[in-house]
């Protein structure tokens, strides 16, 4: 099986040489140009995801994503994710059908739940309803996809009747779900027949092995084809092992701290960041260190792609040579060491 390797960003703010965050609109245009490198290493896939907070500078990907397209030529362009419970199908639609278009073909959707909840009360959403919004709106999702008229009910939008969308794809649009892993989000994947994304940002990758099992099997139950399934995993490239630690820690253990606090997690320690690069998500280290340990992780998931989530809250100088290292010396190891 050929293993494929991408890239994912949620547009995290930098810092600058002062340690002061650098503003948004410096950020995007930065992360465009991370798309061209990405694009010049030989990587498949380039994913940009959607937030609506200060400390990510993108909210709506699909623009990203096009000025992306217009300065390459092979790499793949999609979303991580789009949070499809705060959107309207029909527009997701037809903003990546149009991506699709200007990138001849080179768009693909990945749509989730998102890890923020933002989005909700900015667009009139009641979280009470959280469940019901992904549910009714990925049904819908599904059906636009095919391109025929679609006609449709439920009761977060109005309905549709014998309607088609535009504009028309080529070839459609390839279409993940990203799950943060529950059995229910895999199973709901397998019944839409779309492919799995794996969002593992946290403890042993080994343990997603039974969610990718899961979703062979629905799948087989459903009688539906095989799907694709991809993961993504948090990680930093730099030329030693203790440069990737010294660059990353102070970012990583405030981020950690940040998140926990609106999430009710324990506060973080030194060593929950040590065990992460050593059995968990965090993909750190030299080239070779990081190039073992993605094998590692693809010894043990059977997975169709695996990307890393390289904007860690480090200077963007830093994530530029990541990528660099990433896409010129760590891939082709891994490559060599599957084979």
Do not use: C
């Amino acid at each position: 099986m050929t293993i494929e390797f991408g890239l994912d960003t949620f547009g995290g703010v930098t810092k600058d040489g002062e340690g002061r965050p650098v503003d948004h609109p410096t950020v995007i245009r930065d992360l465009v140009e991370d798309g061209v490198v990405a694009d010049q290493t030989g990587l498949d896939f380039f994913g940009v995801g959607e937030h609506h907070r200060p400390d990510f500078a993108v909210s709506s990907p699909e623009m990203v994503l096009a000025a992306i397209a217009a300065k390459t030529s092979r790499i793949r362009l999609g979303s991580a994710v789009t949070v499809l419970s705060s959107d309207d199908p029909v527009r997701v639609f037809e903003r990546f059908a149009t991506l699709d278009a200007v990138s001849n073909g080179r768009a693909e959707i990945v749509t989730g739940r998102g890890s923020f909840i933002e989005s909700f009360p900015l667009f009139g959403y009641d979280l009470a309803d959280y469940d019901v919004l992904f549910e009714e709106r990925l049904d819908l999702l599904s059906r636009l996809l095919t391109e025929r008229p679609v006609t449709w009910e439920g009761t977060t939008r109005p309905p549709l009747t014998d309607q088609r969308v535009y504009p028309t794809t080529a070839n459609g649009i390839p279409t993940w779900v990203g799950v943060g892993g529950t059995p229910e989000s895999v199973i709901r994947t397998a019944q839409y027949r779309f492919n799995l994304f794996l969002a593992i940002i946290g403890g042993p990758p080994d343990r997603f092995a039974a969610y990718i099992d899961l979703f062979d099997r629905a799948q087989d139950e459903f009688g539906v084809p095989r799907a694709k399934v991809a993961v993504h995993s948090p990680g930093l490239v730099a030329d030693t092992d203790d440069e990737a630690r010294e660059l990353a820690y102070d970012g990583w253990f405030a981020m950690r701290t940040t998140m926990g606090a609106e999430r009710g997690w324990p506060p973080p320690s030194p060593s929950d960041f040590d065990s992460e690069i050593a059995d968990g998500s965090l993909h750190l280290g030299s080239p070779e260190t990081v190039a073992r340990k993605i094998a590692r992780t693809l010894s043990v998931l059977k997975v169709d792609r695996f990307d890393v989530k390289y904007d860690q809250p480090v200077p963007h100088a830093v994530q530029r040579r990541s990528i660099e290292l990433y896409g010129d010396r760590v891939v082709p190891m891994v490559k060599d060491m599957l084979a």
